[in-house]
């Protein structure tokens, strides 16, 4: 019974470490993105955004956020070329989403040139985080 | 002239006896290369697992040469049509990962058969497009890999050697999605 009893505390401590990092990361973030003249980060402009299709070349020439992630945030994605499985962005089923600076950064950078063909704005960014950081609300 | 005659025919000799180890498409000999394990060097490094093998399988660096490996490193923004940019410091310390491990510093058999089927003036990236890989690939149709949605492209090793990501390939061991066991 204290096992049980300690293994739940640890468990929900590790859940709360995750979330905590998860929140502080996209705080910090955010306040970035309003030096740079955000004023209010908008989940439902994310929503939009990621579902919106844009013209790409060659193999892919509609692609989307959800292309390779789906609409659903809960759900494993699949990269659309290579079948490799990515794990669901939503943080409610994957702690480790929205937990590191870096990894934002660079899959911001790669992903919206791909899809977007151009990098995306400090607005698209904090419209995406919160979006992806409230996806249970959606 | 005695002399000329001797070289000329030691030169003679010396060509006839070559020939058959210089590369051609149909009679390389893949046998003659030296037996040592067959199984590639597999992916240990966590960077590398990491950055690359996020997106499709890790491939082993013994793959390909290290000039292959440069030029790939040095194209990432448009990685066969997708965006695989680095920062500069991640991206040096995975090139040099690939450099030091790439086919030339490889025991691996296999691996050298694919090194060694590369013209010197070639400097493939794409290891589906090394003589070797097309060599073993051949007898596969086209309604197996490219045209099946399960398997999509000759890049997905895994999806038909199970083992490639501890850098097995045995022959007797492929399985086809869709198609099942195939054996040559």
């Given at each position: 019974m204290k096992n049980t009893i300690l293994l739940t505390a640890l468990l929900s401590s590790l859940t709360t470490g995750f979330a905590q990092a998860e929140t502080s990361t996209v705080k910090n973030l955010l306040a970035v993105y309003s030096t740079q003249g955000v004023t209010t980060a908008d989940a439902q402009q994310g929503r939009a955004l990621w579902q919106k299709t844009f013209t790409g070349k060659a193999d892919f020439p509609s692609r989307s956020c959800?292309?390779?992630?789906?609409?659903?945030?809960?759900q494993t994605g699949k990269h659309?070329?290579?079948n490799k499985p990515i794990k669901p962005m939503a943080p409610s089923v994957n702690p480790q989403r929205l937990t590191s600076v870096k990894k934002i950064n660079k899959w911001f950078k790669r992903n919206c040139k791909w899809t977007m063909g151009r990098e995306c704005t400090a607005q698209e960014k904090s419209d995406i985080l919160v979006y992806i950081e409230n996806e249970s609300k959606f | 002239m005695k002399s000329t005659l001797a070289i000329s025919s030691i030169i003679f000799t010396v060509s006839i006896l070559t020939l058959p180890m210089v590369w051609s498409?149909?009679?390389?000999?893949?046998?003659?290369i030296s037996d040592n394990s067959s199984a590639l060097a597999t992916t240990k490094n966590p960077l590398y697992k990491e950055e690359c093998g996020s997106c499709h399988m890790a491939y082993s660096p013994a793959l390909l040469p290290a000039k292959s490996w440069s030029k790939l490193m040095s194209e990432l923004e448009d990685h066969f049509g997708d965006n695989a940019e680095l920062d500069a410091q991640t991206a040096q310390s995975i090139s040099q990962y690939l450099l030091a491990n790439s086919a030339e510093h490889t025991n691996s058999r296999d691996a050298r058969k694919f090194f060694q089927s590369i013209k010197s003036a070639q400097t493939p990236i794409r290891i589906s497009d090394i003589p070797y890989f097309k060599h073993e690939h051949d007898?596969?149709?086209?309604?197996?890999?490219?045209?099946?949605p399960k398997v999509?492209?000759?890049?997905?090793?895994?999806?038909?050697?199970?083992k490639a990501e501890q850098g097995l390939f045995n022959e007797h061991e492929v399985n086809i999605p869709g198609f099942g066991q195939w054996d040559d």
């Open positions: 959800a292309s390779c992630h789906t609409k659903d945030l809960t659309i070329k290579t | 498409d149909n009679d390389f000999n893949w046998e003659k007898e596969i149709p086209q309604r197996m890999v490219t045209k099946n999509k492209s000759f890049s997905q090793c895994d999806a038909c050697h199970a």
